[in-house]
């Protein structure tokens, strides 16, 4: 029974392959490890499905989802942010862009762009002017009385195109913020808080908008393009110190502008300056560059320029070989008034003081002309001439100090003067309070600062560009000149245009106006008696001209 039993126990075929019998013949004679031994084995081993992965940090899941809102916002406005609205005669299209410092451009081809320093934001309004209707233009041109009414549809075109463009750009924003929400998270509920943040950051840009909207930015507007309608454009002193109040007015004029410029067809309209001012060009550290001669010549005609003021360094080594450079200055169309700088030497001097239309002011001089009083003291120091010890600043307060004696005497006898010139700054700064105006250059960039006894002080940049010695450097420096305009009964600056072209191998060119803080619309004119209002300005005081300082930016 015990061997049927045996063979009825279900027994494995032995393995025919002699390794495995080997093997487990092996295995077998070893004993099992202990239980103990197995459960802490088993405890300390890892499984590997049960990896885990942790969350990220909320604070991270945040910023993830401000990036989707902001890249896919600023998407759907580049894609499909634009509206075309009719802005009176012309097509316009609007739309809105990021941007670090705000503001708006408006670009009127073939002239070139306005930049206006509306508001400050992170979004920009860009507005193009695509074409002009020629049923509408027409209609203009037939009924030149509608240019009266022009104003009042203008306001209304805008108003509609702004709104409309405001809840395009919604739809816009709301739109590529969800479409890169899904792509990115594929969830819907993360995508429409993607959509949601990104309207939320939009409305919050309005409002910063709506906060810093400033009406009087068109009062100094910056224009690119150009040159010789840049004029026709930005207007004359007179009409922006006495027509325009208001933003809706200004846009007004400027749509008449371009009007008349797109009626003219191939021939641009001729600047018609204000017949109440008197317009001074200022020119400075020329530095032999014959190309200056052109640009001055171009500008005292577009600009119908009544004396050119020449603050000194139109020279470089004052030798009298470079005299002949000399030559042109009394065929640019205006009188030219010069002052000696630091590389004109007394042979320059001499040179231009027998020149036709060249009047040369030193030692605190005294001449009128284009009904201007003007006043000067040429450079004590002459740079060049290595065998003398350059005497510094106090040679330069010294020979200001004679120039402020000058004036003092003049407003003694009672025939005041209008403008005091100098080439250094350090210089022409004695003269404050006793000149409403002060022109100089030598640093060849711009400065406007106003004096603590009232002076203006303005400084000219190098309308040379640097001259020769500009092909040194790695950037080329702009050629900078500005138009003055003074008022022909008290020969006060009502605006300035400032003129910059790019440099050596450039084709850029700007023009940006400005007003005094004392001639923009509501405020108190500056008492006849005195250079400026008692004391300084309300407002921070001014600065360099790249950031201006009479009007807010």
Not at 207 to 236: D, H, I, M, Q, R
Not at 242 to 256: D, G, H, I, P
């Amino acid at each position: 029974m015990a061997r049927a039993a045996r063979s009825r126990t279900p027994n494995p075929d032995p393995p025919h392959n002699p390794l495995h019998r080997l093997l487990r013949t092996w295995f077998d004679g070893v004993p099992a490890p202990p239980a103990t031994v197995r459960r802490t084995y088993r405890s300390r081993r890892t499984a590997p499905t049960a990896t885990l992965i942790e969350p990220p940090h909320p604070l991270a899941r945040s910023l993830g989802l401000i990036a989707v809102a902001v890249l896919g916002a600023w998407l759907g406005l580049l894609l499909i942010g634009r509206v075309h609205a009719p802005v009176g005669p012309m097509d316009t299209s609007m739309a809105l862009r990021p941007s670090l410092t705000g503001g708006t451009t408006i670009n009127v081809p073939p002239l070139g762009d306005l930049e206006l320093s509306s508001h400050c934001a992170p979004v920009r309004l860009d507005v193009d002017v695509d074409r002009l209707d020629p049923v509408r233009s027409q209609a203009l041109v037939d009924h030149p009385e509608r240019f009266a009414g022009l104003q009042a549809e203008v306001t209304h075109d805008v108003t509609r195109g702004t709104l409309g463009l405001a809840l395009h750009s919604c739809v816009a924003v709301a739109s590529g913020a969800t479409a890169l929400g899904l792509a990115v998270y594929r969830r819907p509920r993360r995508a429409l808080a993607a959509g949601g943040l990104a309207l939320a950051l939009l409305a919050a840009s309005a409002g910063t908008a709506y906060a810093t909207w400033n009406p009087k930015s068109v009062l100094e507007p910056k224009f690119s393009g150009l040159l010789s309608s840049a004029p026709s454009v930005v207007g004359n002193a007179r009409n922006i110190v006495s027509e325009f109040n208001v933003y809706q007015k200004e846009l007004a004029r400027l749509v008449t502008n371009v009007t008349k410029l797109y009626d003219a067809t191939s021939t641009l309209p001729v600047y018609q300056p204000d017949p109440t001012t008197i317009r001074v060009l200022h020119v400075s550290d020329i530095h032999l560059n014959p190309g200056s001669w052109r640009i001055i010549a171009s500008l005292v005609k577009q600009y119908r320029i009544n004396v050119i003021i020449d603050t000194g360094d139109t020279m470089d080594h004052g030798s009298a070989a470079e005299n002949h450079f000399l030559a042109p200055v009394s065929t640019l169309g205006a009188p030219y008034v010069w002052v000696r700088g630091n590389h004109d030497s007394r042979s320059t001097q001499k040179y231009l003081t027998r020149r036709a239309h060249v009047t040369v002011l030193d030692h605190g001089k005294v001449a009128q002309v284009a009904g201007v009083r003007i006043a000067g003291v040429g450079d004590p120091q002459f740079t060049p001439d290595r065998s003398v010890v350059a005497a510094g600043e106090p040679a330069e307060r010294t020979a200001g100090g004679r120039l402020a004696d000058s004036l003092r005497t003049q407003r003694l006898a009672g025939t005041p003067v209008d403008i005091a010139l100098a080439h250094n700054p350090t210089a022409v700064t004695e003269a404050d309070g006793l000149a409403p105006l002060a022109l100089a250059g030598h640093l060849h960039h711009r400065e406007n600062t106003l004096l603590p006894q009232g002076t203006r002080l303005m400084v000219e940049g190098s309308t040379g560009g640097g001259g020769l010695r500009a092909v040194q450097n790695k950037k080329p420096a702009p050629v900078e000149a500005s138009v003055l305009y003074l008022d022909r009964t008290t020969k006060r600056l009502q605006a300035w245009d400032e003129i910059t072209l790019g440099g050596l191998g450039l084709s850029r060119a700007e023009v940006s106006r400005h007003l005094p803080r004392e001639n923009q619309p509501g405020a108190t004119p500056a008492p006849s008696g005195s250079p400026h209002p008692s004391g300084p300005p309300s407002g921070p005081p001014s600065r360099p001209s790249g950031s201006p300082s009479d009007s807010p930016r």
